[in-house]
C-alpha cells in the first residue's frame, strides 16, 4: 500500500520535470551536433559495396586485353535459373586466350539471383559479380546484358576495397539514370562505425 | 567350331559364359563395369592402355581383363585395394602429361578420361614436369577432321579402326612413348574415306568434328533417334540440334545394329537439313514460265482439279524409296482408291519386270536376314555392285568380321572396291553379266557334284569356259570358288543393284540360291540397296503390279517406263512425283524431258529444286528425314522407327499431311492421319508387319509368290565398240541418292562430278588423278576431272547419278543394256 503511494509521487514528479521527454530530446539533440550518417545519394555520394558483393556481371580480359571467356559454357551450366546464354565460336586472331571465344554471352538480370555460382565455375575468372547495383530500368530487354556491354570495365575495379562512401555525380544518359562515383574522392570511410 | 561354357568366379559371383570370353565381358555380364580406354568391341585387342587390369587369384601380377580370356575355375577381383590403387596410378599417369584444356575441348561433358578420373582418379597430381606439346594450334586434318594431338591418351583406337573396320589405314603412330602421336603421314591432309570413325571412337578430344567445333556442349543438344537416308544400310544414328540447327549426327554405340559404325553420309550429311537452299513454300508455274509462292489450300485445290480434270487412266505417281513406310503406304493408297490409277513406281531406274524378279531371287518379300549372319558364314559371296560405295557401313561389316574370323569373301563386280583387299578372290564381270556368272558357277558347282533338281538339266548343257567369256571371269577362279561352296557349312550371298538395273542375274540367283539350300543348307542371301526404304517401298505396295504384302494387283498399272512412254504420247493429265527426280534418274534424260514437258498437270514434292521441279506446274515443299516420325525397312528387312528431331519449318510440311488433305478434299471419308493410324493400319494390311514390335525388329515374311523364275541361259557380252567405256552409275561414297548434294559438308568433300576409271586405262589415255578428260555420248560432252580406282579394267568408266547439272543419264540410251561413252584427254587450247 505504501510503496503504491510513493511511485504515484514519483511519477508527478516526472511529469512536471519533463524527464522523459528531456531524454528522448537528447538523442535528438546529440545527433544534431555530432556529424552527420545520412549518404546524399543520389545527387553527391554512393555507397561503394565490399569485395564481397554480388552485383551485376563482368566479364574480364587478361593484362594483354584478351579476353578470358573461353566460352565453355560452365556458367551456363552452373546458373540455377538458366539466364545466362553463350554460344563459342573459333577465332584465333588473339582476341582471347584460346582460340575457343564466346559469339554471344548475355545475362538477363532480371532472372538473375545474384547467387554467383557462375563466377564459381568459370575456369578462367572471366565473370565476375561486379559491384553495379543500379539495375532499375524502363523495359525488361534492357536488364538483357550483352558481352559488349559487359566487356565494358565496370566503375569500381574488382582490386578496390570498397565498403565506403565516395562522391559521385548523378548522370542521364542513353542508357539511363546513372550514378557515377569517383572512388578516388572517398567521403566517409567508416559509415558502418557511425551508426 | 564347339563353343563350351566356362563357370568362373567374379568378385565372388558365379558366371558362366562362353569359351573364349574375355573376362572384360564376363565382368559386365555379372554387373561389374571395368574401365578401359584401348579396348573396343570389333577391334583387335591389344591391351596396352592398363585401365582394364584385375586380381587374378593364383597370379602375382594384375592382369588386364580386355585380353586375358576367361578360365574354368578363376577366381577374379576386380575391385580389391591393389586394383583401385592401380587405376587411379595410371590415370594420374596419363593426366601427367594431359593438356587439362577442358574448358576448350569439344569433347568436354561426353570424354572417357574426364568421366574415368572422375570415378576413379587421384584428386590431385604429383608431376610438376613440363607436359609434352606436340604442336601450339589444333590443324585440321580433312575437311571434317580437326586433331589436337597433345590430349591423346595413345589407345590407338584411331589407327585400328581405320585399318581393321574403315579398310583405308591412313593413320599411323608416330613416334614413341611421351612424343608418340597418333596422325596422317607427316601430319598431311587426309585423303581417305572422312567417315569420322577416329573421331567417334576416340576417347578424348583428340581428333574432333571440324564442322561441330565450338558449336555447342553436349548438354545444350537435343536429340532424336533417327535413321539415316542415305542407303539401304539403313544406319541408326541420333541426330543433335542446337535451337533449330542441327549441330550433328552421331551413332550411339548401345543403340542400333550398326552400334559406332557410319560412313561420311550418315555422319555429315545431316546438314542438308539446315541448308538455305530448301523450298519452303507452295509454289505455282504463272504463264511466263515464273514461280509464284501460294497457301497450301491453294496448292491442294490446284492439286485437286488437276486430278479430277485427268481422271484414273492418265493419272500417275512416282513416290521416292527413301520415304517412310506410312508416307509409302498412304501415297499407294492415294493413287489406288482416291485417284484412281495403279500407274505408281517407286524408282525412276528399272522396270517392274526386275524388281520382281529381283524380290523373289534375293528374297525380298520374305522375312529379314541379318547382316552379321550373312558376314559370318564360311563363304561370302557380294555380286552384282559397287558395296564399298554404295552401302559403306555394310563394307565396314564385313571387313572387321572377316578380319576377325577369316572366312572366304569372294568378289565379282564390275568395278574395283575399297573391299577387294580383303578378298580372298575378287573377279571383274562384265558389266551386266551377272547372270553368266552364276550360270558358271552353277555349272562348275555341278561338274564337281552331281546334284539332281529341277531346273538344273538346261545347266548340264553349258560349259564354265564359254560362259567365262561372256562375263570375263577366268574358268579357274569360278571353279575354286565352286570349290569353296561346295565345303562350306554356310554360305552368305550380298546382290547388289546392277541385278535390277540391268534385268540380269535374278533368276540364276534364286537357282544357285537352291541349289547349295540341297548342299550346304545354310544359305542367305541378302539384297545390298541403294536406297534408303526400297524394301520398305516394295513391302508397302508402291508398284504397278503388287498392292501392300506383295498381293498381286488385281489391275496393274504402268512401271516408270510405261509411265514415260504415256506422257510422251501425251496420255498423261497428271504426275504426281513426290521425293522423285526422274528427270535426274531415269536412263534416258533426252526423252524424259520431252515426256515430262507433254503431262498436263506435274505435281513435284521435294525438299529441294531438282531437276524436274523446274518443269512442274506446281512444287510442294517436303519435309525431310529428322523432321518426321515414321519407319523405314532396310535391306536387313530390319523396320526401324524413327523420331522427329525439330518441326519443319515454316510451311514445309510432311508427304502424310500433304497427301490426306489432298486425299480428303477429293474424297470425304479419306482421313488426314497421323503417322500412328498409319502404322497401326500398316500393321492390320501388311503381312509381316502386324508382329513389328518397338524401335527395331525384322518383319516377317508374306506368302504370296511374285514371280516365276525361269533362267533362259543365252548370254551375250554387251555392245562396245574399240576404245569405248561401258559408262556405269550409282551412289558416290559421298553421294547417296540426290539428297546429298545440298550437304554442303559432303559437297566440300567431293568437290564435284568425277568420272571414275581403272588405271590401266588411264595409262592407256595418258592421264593422271585429277586431270581433266571429256565423255563424250549421243551428242552430249562433259568435261570432268578423272579419279582413278585400282581394280577396275579398261573399257568400264563410272559417274556418280547424283549431280545436277552433271548428269550421268544424258550419256544413257534406255534400248541398250549397257550405254557406252567415249573418253579423251582434255586439252585446254593452245597447251
Ligand atoms: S548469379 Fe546465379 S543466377 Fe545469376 S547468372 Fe550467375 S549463376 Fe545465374
Ligand atoms: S564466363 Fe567463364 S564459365 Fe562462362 S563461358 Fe566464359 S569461361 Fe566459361
Ligand atoms: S575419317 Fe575414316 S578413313 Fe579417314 S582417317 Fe578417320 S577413320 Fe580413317
Ligand atoms: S587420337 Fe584418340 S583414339 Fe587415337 S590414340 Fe589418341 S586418344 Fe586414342
Ligand atoms: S549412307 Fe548407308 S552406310 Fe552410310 S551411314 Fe547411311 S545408311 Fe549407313
Ligand atoms: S582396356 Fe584393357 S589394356 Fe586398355
Given at each position: ?195 | ?438 550360270a558358271?558357277?552353277l555349272k562348275?558347282?555341278v ?6 533338281m529341277e531346273g538344273m538339266e538346261a545347266v548340264k548343257g553349258l560349259?564354265?569356259?564359254?560362259l ?39 533368276e540364276e540367283?534364286?537357282l ?198 525361269k533362267p533362259s541361259f543365252s548370254y ?116
Open positions: 500500500m505504501k510503496e503504491k503511494k510513493r511511485e504515484g509521487v514519483l511519477d508527478i514528479l516526472k511529469k512536471v520535470l519533463f524527464v522523459d521527454i528531456l531524454k528522448g530530446l537528447s538523442v535528438t539533440l546529440k545527433y544534431n551536433v555530432s556529424r552527420s550518417v545520412t549518404v546524399r545519394y543520389p545527387d553527391e555520394e554512393k555507397w561503394i559495396p565490399y569485395q564481397r558483393f554480388r552485383g551485376a556481371h563482368t566479364l574480364n580480359r587478361d593484362e594483354e586485353g584478351r579476353e578470358l571467356c573461353v566460352a565453355c559454357e560452365l556458367c551456363v551450366k552452373a546458373c540455377p535459373t538458366g539466364c545466362i546464354t553463350v554460344v563459342p565460336q573459333e577465332d584465333d586472331t588473339g582476341r582471347g586466350i584460346a582460340d575457343r571465344v564466346p559469339k554471344i554471352w548475355k545475362v538477363d538480370l532480371v532472372r538473375c539471383l545474384f547467387c554467383g555460382y557462375c563466377e564459381d565455375a568459370c575456369p578462367t575468372t572471366a565473370v565476375r559479380l561486379g559491384r553495379d547495383y543500379e539495375l532499375a530500368c524502363f523495359n525488361r530487354t534492357d536488364a538483357v546484358r550483352d558481352r559488349e556491354r559487359l566487356l565494358r570495365p565496370q566503375e569500381v575495379p574488382e582490386g578496390f576495397e570498397g565498403g565506403m562512401v565516395v562522391s559521385a555525380r548523378f548522370e542521364r544518359t542513353k542508357e539511363g539514370i546513372r550514378v557515377k562515383p569517383d572512388i578516388w574522392k572517398p567521403r566517409d570511410k567508416d559509415w558502418w562505425k557511425k551508426v | 567350331m564347339t563353343t563350351g561354357l566356362v563357370t568362373l568366379k567374379i568378385n565372388g559371383r558365379e558366371v558362366t559364359v562362353r569359351e573364349g570370353t574375355l573376362i572384360l565381358d564376363a565382368a559386365k555380364e555379372a554387373g561389374f563395369d571395368i574401365p578401359t580406354f584401348c579396348y573396343q568391341a570389333n577391334l583387335s585387342g591389344l591391351g596396352s592402355c592398363r585401365m582394364c587390369l584385375v586380381e587374378i587369384e593364383g597370379q602375382r601380377k594384375l592382369q588386364p581383363s580386355c585380353i586375358t580370356p576367361v578360365m574354368p575355375d578363376m577366381n577374379v577381383f576386380t575391385e580389391t585395394d591393389t586394383v583401385k590403387m592401380t587405376r587411379s596410378a595410371m590415370l594420374e599417369f596419363l593426366l601427367s602429361n594431359h593438356p587439362l584444356d577442358c574448358p576448350v575441348c569439344d569433347k568436354g561433358g561426353e570424354c572417357e578420361l574426364q568421366d574415368l578420373v572422375y570415378k576413379h582418379g587421384p584428386r590431385k597430381g604429383r608431376f610438376a614436369e613440363d607436359k609434352v606439346r606436340h604442336h601450339d594450334k589444333d590443324y585440321i586434318l580433312s575437311p571434317v577432321i580437326v586433331k589436337n594431338a597433345n590430349r591423346c591418351v595413345q589407345c590407338m583406337r584411331c589407327v585400328r579402326v581405320c585399318k581393321e573396320v574403315v579398310g583405308r589405314g591412313v593413320l599411323g603412330a608416330v613416334g614413341r612413348g611421351v612424343h608418340q602421336e597418333e596422325t596422317s603421314f607427316l601430319r598431311t591432309r587426309l585423303d581417305c574415306d572422312h567417315c569420322g570413325m577416329c573421331i567417334e571412337v576416340c576417347p578424348v578430344g583428340s581428333f574432333m568434328r571440324l564442322p561441330y567445333r565450338y558449336r555447342a556442349r553436349p548438354w545444350d543438344l537435343v536429340s532424336a533417334r533417327s535413321v539415316c537416308g542415305y542407303c539401304a544400310t539403313g544406319c541408326r544414328l541420333t541426330l543433335e540440334r542446337r535451337g533449330d540447327t542441327v549441330v550433328r549426327a552421331i551413332a550411339n554405340p548401345e543403340d542400333g545394329f550398326n552400334r559406332k559404325l557410319l560412313c561420311a553420309r550418315g555422319r555429315f550429311g545431316y546438314d542438308v537439313m539446315n541448308s538455305e537452299e530448301r523450298i519452303k513454300t507452295p509454289l505455282v508455274k504463272e504463264r511466263d514460265g515464273s514461280f509464284r509462292p501460294v497457301s497450301w489450300d491453294r496448292a491442294l485445290e490446284l492439286m485437286k482439279e488437276a486430278i479430277l480434270r485427268a481422271g484414273p487412266e492418265r493419272a500417275a505417281g512416282v513416290a521416292s524409296a527413301t520415304l517412310t513406310n506410312e508416307e509409302l503406304y498412304l501415297f499407294q493408297k492415294f493413287m489406288r482408291k482416291v485417284v484412281g490409277t495403279a500407274n505408281m513406281d517407286s524408282t525412276s531406274r528399272w522396270s517392274a519386270e526386275s524388281s520382281l524378279k529381283f524380290m523373289e531371287a534375293a528374297g525380298i518379300r520374305g522375312g529379314g536376314t541379318s547382316v552379321y549372319q550373312c558376314a559370318e558364314s564360311d563363304v561370302v559371296v557380294v555380286l552384282g555392285g559397287q558395296l564399298s560405295e554404295e552401302n559403306p557401313v555394310t563394307d565396314y561389316i564385313l571387313r572387321y568380321i572377316n578380319g576377325a574370323r577369316r572366312n572366304t569373301l569372294v568378289i565379282a563386280s564390275p568395278r574395283g572396291m575399297k573391299l577387294d583387299s580383303s578378298a580372298q578372290l575378287s573377279v571383274r564381270t562384265v558389266p551386266a553379266t551377272t547372270g553368266a556368272f552364276i558358271a558357277l562348275a558347282l561338274e564337281k557334284k552331281e546334284v539332281s560349259t564354265v569356259e564359254e567365262s567369256g561372256v562375263c570375263g571371269v577366268n574358268a579357274d577362279d569360278i571353279r575354286w570358288i565352286a570349290a569353296r561352296l561346295l565345303t562350306a557349312g554356310s554360305v552368305g550371298v550380298l546382290a547388289g543393284t546392277d541385278m535390277l538395273r540391268y534385268d540380269d542375274g535374278a540367283l534364286a544357285l540360291v537352291r541349289l547349295l539350300e540341297n548342299t550346304v543348307r545354310d544359305v542367305r542371301v541378302l539384297p545390298l540397296l541403294d536406297r534408303a526404304n526400297q524394301r520398305g517401298a516394295w513391302d508397302m505396295g508402291v508398284h504397278p503390279y503388287l498392292e501392300p504384302g506383295y498381293r498381286p494387283a488385281q489391275r496393274r498399272g504402268h512401271d516408270v517406263h510405261g509411265i514415260v512412254e504415256l506422257a510422251d504420247s501425251g496420255g498423261l493429265g497428271f504426275l504426281y512425283l513426290l521425293g522423285e527426280d526422274v528427270l535426274g534418274l531415269y536412263p534416258d534424260r533426252a526423252g524424259v524431258e520431252r515426256a515430262l514437258s507433254r503431262v498436263g498437270f506435274l505435281v513435284v514434292q521435294d525438299s529441294f529444286m531438282t531437276g524436274s521441279a523446274p518443269m512442274a506446274n506446281l512444287v510442294l515443299p517436303m519435309a525431310m528425314y529428322g523432321e518426321k516420325h515414321g519407319t523405314m525397312t532396310n535391306q536387313e528387312g530390319r523396320v526401324q522407327r524413327m523420331e522427329a528431331v525439330r518441326r519443319p519449318e515454316g510451311e514445309v510440311r510432311t508427304p502424310l499431311e500433304t497427301i490426306g488433305r489432298a486425299g480428303n478434299l477429293i474424297e470425304k471419308d479419306f482421313p488426314v492421319v497421323r503417322p500412328g493410324d498409319v502404322w497401326k493400319e500398316i500393321q492390320k494390311q501388311v503381312p509381316g508387319y502386324g508382329e513389328v514390335r518397338g524401335m527395331e525388329a525384322f518383319k516377317g515374311a508374306s506368302a504370296d509368290q511374285v514371280a516365276e523364275l551375250a557380252v554387251p555392245e562396245r565398240a574399240e576404245g569405248e567405256f561401258w559408262l556405269l552409275t550409282g551412289n558416290h561414297l559421298f553421294h547417296g541418292a540426290r539428297l546429298s548434294q545440298h550437304s554442303g559438308i559432303l559437297r566440300e568433300l567431293l568437290g564435284g562430278c568425277v568420272v571414275e576409271i581403272g588405271s590401266t586405262a588411264a595409262q592407256r589415255l595418258g592421264v593422271g588423278e585429277g586431270d581433266m578428260v571429256e565423255v563424250e555420248a549421243r551428242g552430249y560432252r562433259e568435261r570432268l576431272p578423272v579419279r582413278i580406282r585400282e581394280g577396275t579394267p579398261d573399257g568400264v568408266a563410272f559417274m556418280p547419278e547424283n549431280f545436277d547439272g552433271k548428269d550421268a543419264n544424258r550419256f544413257f540410251d534406255k534400248d541398250r543394256v549397257v550405254s557406252t561413252v567415249r573418253i579423251r584427254p582434255y586439252k585446254k587450247q593452245g597447251e
